[in-house]
Nanobody, 123 residues
Framework: QVQLVESGGGLVQAGGSLRLSCAAS????????MGWFRQAPGKEREFVAA????????YYAESVRGRGTISRDNAKNTVYLQMNSLKPEDTAVYYC????????????????WGQGTQGTVSS
C-alpha cells in the first residue's frame, strides 16, 4: 500500500504561485503513476495533472495548462505540483493520488489518496 500526505497549500494572491508537495511512504513509490486532483466547494473533484511512473510523460487539464507543472522525485518519494499565475477559480482542496499502471485523468482509476491540502487564491 501507499500512504500519501500533501503539503504546501495556503493563501496566495491572484497572480501568485503555490508549490504543492505530496510525500509517499514505503519503497514502491516509483512503481506508481501519480495524479493531482482538486475539488472546489459545491463542485465535483476534477483532474489537474498526472505523471507517469518514470516522470517521462505528463498530462494537464486545460484549465491549468501552461500554468501548472507536475514533477516527481522518486528518490525522495515525492511528487510536486507547481501552480503559477493563480486565479481565484483555482481555489480548491488539492489531492494527490497514486495508481498502479499508466497515467490517467480518471479519478476512479486511482488506488490511493492523500488527505488534501487547501489552496486559496484571493482576488
Amino acid at each position: 500500500q501507499v500512504q500519501l500526505v500533501e503539503s504546501g497549500g495556503g493563501l496566495v494572491q491572484a497572480g501568485g504561485s503555490l508549490r504543492l508537495s505530496c510525500a509517499a511512504s514505503g519503497r514502491t513509490f516509483s512503481s506508481y503513476a501519480m495524479g493531482w486532483f482538486r475539488q472546489a466547494p459545491g463542485k465535483e473533484r476534477e483532474f489537474v495533472a498526472a505523471i507517469s511512473w518514470s516522470g517521462g510523460s505528463t498530462y494537464y487539464a486545460e484549465s491549468v495548462r501552461g500554468r501548472g507543472t507536475i514533477s516527481r522525485d522518486n528518490a525522495k518519494n515525492t511528487v510536486y505540483l507547481q501552480m503559477n499565475s493563480l486565479k481565484p477559480e483555482d481555489t480548491a482542496v488539492y489531492y494527490c493520488a497514486a495508481k498502479a499502471g499508466s497515467s490517467s485523468w480518471d479519478l476512479y482509476e486511482y488506488d490511493y489518496w492523500g488527505q488534501g491540502t487547501q489552496g486559496t487564491v484571493s482576488s
